[in-house]
Structure formats: structure tokens, C-alpha cells
């Protein structure tokens, strides 16, 4: 089984800070890596598939990047809105999720 | 655009069986893709629960393997999920969702979730 790992586990920033989160999977699992956003009370939604594309309709302030078993979300100048909670997911097997970074304010 | 609702009931007695459906709309379950379950604990991370084809074809988390079921109802185009024998450690909001077959299988279209709650 693959396993998904995250750092950190959560981090404070302000408003317009650059963030960087990084994933790392047990084996390779080639660009089979989603990245999702979670808020409170909701359901997870796509930000990123295949480690770097955009999904629809989410700004150009998020990217992703690596292959392999290293991989990066990068959220440049946080919003107010990006305070959530981040989870990568690996495609290639099954649907594992890393454990999570908690995003909040400094 | 696709949506799905989650439905079952919200509270469950220990050593029982949860049992859920995922109704689909704006797509047919008997297309290319795959239709999956993913859980989440009050307060902590997601977890992949497993996932189903248009074949009935099934895959599942290794640590709930010998739990769980998800199934296909292709009347009225809903999925299910089924684990046995819960405890409290299965308390968790429980989400459907789409598998993208054509976009390196990434979770779009998201049921809105229902809080399951085991305890007698």
C-alpha cells in the first residue's frame, strides 16, 4: 500500500504570503497527485490534478509541482478565502490521502 | 454537472451495518468512470474508503477490506456502501464522489456529505 505524507502539518501565515506544502508518496506514483482544499463543514474541492494541472475555475495563485515521490502545492500571495485545510491524494493505486495541513491565520 | 447526494440513516447501533446510498445526477454510473466513498472523523483527515465501475468492479481500502462492500444500483442510478460490524471508530462524515477517469482519476464532483454517529 502507498503512503501519503505532508508538511507540515499546519502552518500560520498572513495575507499575502507566499506558502509552500510538500507531499511525498511511499513509492512512486509517477503525476498520479491530486491537491484539495477543505473548509469547515464542507466537502473536499479540486484544486490541482496530475501534480500541476489547474482544475476549472481555480485561481492562478495555486500550483503544483513534482513527480515521482515529491510533490509541492504552492498558494503565492494567500488570500483571505485560502484558510482551510490541504490534502493530497494519490491516484495511481487506489485514493489514499496525505494527512493534511492545516493553513491559519498569523 | 454532475451531482450527488448522500442518504441513510444518520445514527447506528454498535456491531450493526452502516448502510449508505450516493444518488447520481447529470451522469450515468454506467459510463467510463469510477464512484467512490471517502470518510472523514469529526476534527480529523480524509480516508479513502474504496470504489466502484460500471462492472461492479469494487476496490477497497486494505484496513476495511473485510468490511466493506460498495455496490452498484443502476435503479435510479445510485451506489451504495455497506460496512459491517461498526464501533465507534467509524463515527465519520461519509462523502461520494466521482472518480475522473480521464483526468488521472481526481475527485471533482463531490457529494455534500452525512454525518454517521455509531453508538446504542
Known amino acids: 500500500d502507498i503512503q501519503m505524507t505532508q508538511s507540515p502539518s499546519s502552518l500560520s501565515a498572513s495575507i499575502g504570503d507566499r506558502v509552500t506544502i510538500t507531499c511525498r508518496a511511499s513509492?512512486?506514483?509517477?503525476?498520479?497527485l491530486n491537491w484539495y482544499q477543505q473548509k469547515p463543514g464542507k466537502a473536499p474541492n479540486l484544486l490541482i490534478y496530475?501534480?500541476?494541472s489547474l482544475h476549472n475555475g481555480v485561481p492562478s495563485r495555486f500550483s503544483g509541482s513534482g513527480s515521482g515521490t515529491d510533490f509541492t502545492l504552492t498558494i503565492t500571495s494567500l488570500q483571505p478565502e485560502d484558510f482551510a485545510t490541504y490534502y493530497c491524494?494519490?491516484?495511481?493505486?487506489?485514493?489514499?490521502f496525505g494527512p493534511g495541513t492545516k493553513v491559519d491565520i498569523k | 454537472q454532475v451531482q450527488l447526494q448522500e442518504s441513510g440513516p444518520g445514527l447506528v447501533k454498535p456491531s450493526g451495518t452502516l448502510s449508505l446510498s450516493c444518488n447520481v445526477s447529470g451522469d450515468s454510473i454506467s459510463g467510463g468512470n469510477w464512484w467512490t466513498w471517502v470518510r472523514q472523523p469529526p476534527g480529523q483527515g480524509l480516508e479513502w474508503i474504496g470504489e466502484?465501475?460500471?462492472?461492479?468492479?469494487?476496490n477497497y481500502n486494505p484496513s476495511l477490506k473485510s468490511r466493506v462492500t460498495i455496490s452498484l444500483d443502476k435503479s435510479p442510478n445510485q451506489f451504495s456502501l455497506k460496512l459491517t460490524s461498526v464501533t465507534a471508530a467509524d463515527t465519520a462524515f461519509y462523502f461520494c464522489?466521482?472518480?475522473?477517469?480521464?483526468?488521472?482519476?481526481?475527485?471533482?464532483?463531490w457529494g455534500q456529505g452525512i454525518l454517521v454517529t455509531v453508538s446504542s
Open positions: 513509492q512512486s506514483i509517477s503525476n498520479y
Open positions: 491524494q494519490e491516484s495511481f493505486t487506489s485514493g489514499t
Open positions: 466502484v465501475y460500471r462492472t461492479g468492479t469494487a
Open positions: 496530475a501534480s500541476s
Open positions: 464522489a466521482k472518480v475522473d477517469q480521464s483526468k488521472f482519476r481526481n475527485l471533482h464532483s
